[in-house]
């Protein structure tokens, strides 16, 4: 499967912009769906966003649309996820994700998870 690496996550104040990086190990990278989910400390996982291979669909969670931005680089192997107007409640774990197929990510049942990067909120 896919190996992917998340960055950028850090602590930031309450309506901050943080932005996120999540880097594939092989180009099969380019032919995928890409998505983020996220976890919060005693919380289930929820699904933030997704984009298709080409780039030219995308999904947010209500919770997030409008505030997060969803992007690709296909020559990077690299998906983005600009998140502004921060609040306390986007504190969590973000993990990308990866499948051939758009709806396994919409399920939460993408074939490759990166291990995360915690983004805390707080002032």
């Known amino acids: 499967q896919v190996h992917l690496v998340e960055s950028g996550g850090g602590l930031v104040q309450p309506g901050g912009s943080l932005r996120l990086s999540c880097v594939a190990s092989?180009?099969?990278?380019?032919?995928?769906?890409l998505g983020w989910f996220r976890q919060a400390p005693g919380k289930e996982r929820e699904f933030v966003a997704v984009?298709?291979?080409?780039?030219?669909?995308?999904d947010y969670a209500d919770s997030v649309k409008g505030r997060f931005t969803i992007a690709r680089d296909g020559a990077k192997n690299t998906a983005y996820l600009q998140m502004n107007s921060l609040k306390p409640e986007d504190t969590a774990v973000y993990y990308c994700?990866?499948?051939?197929?758009?709806?396994?990510?919409?399920?939460?049942?993408?074939?490759?998870w990166g291990r995360g990067t915690q983004v805390t909120v707080s002032s």
């Open positions: 994700v990866t499948d051939p197929e758009y709806s396994r990510i919409l399920r939460a049942t993408a074939s490759s």
């Open positions: 092989t180009n099969a990278f380019t032919s995928y769906n």
């Open positions: 984009i298709s291979w080409s780039g030219g669909s995308a």
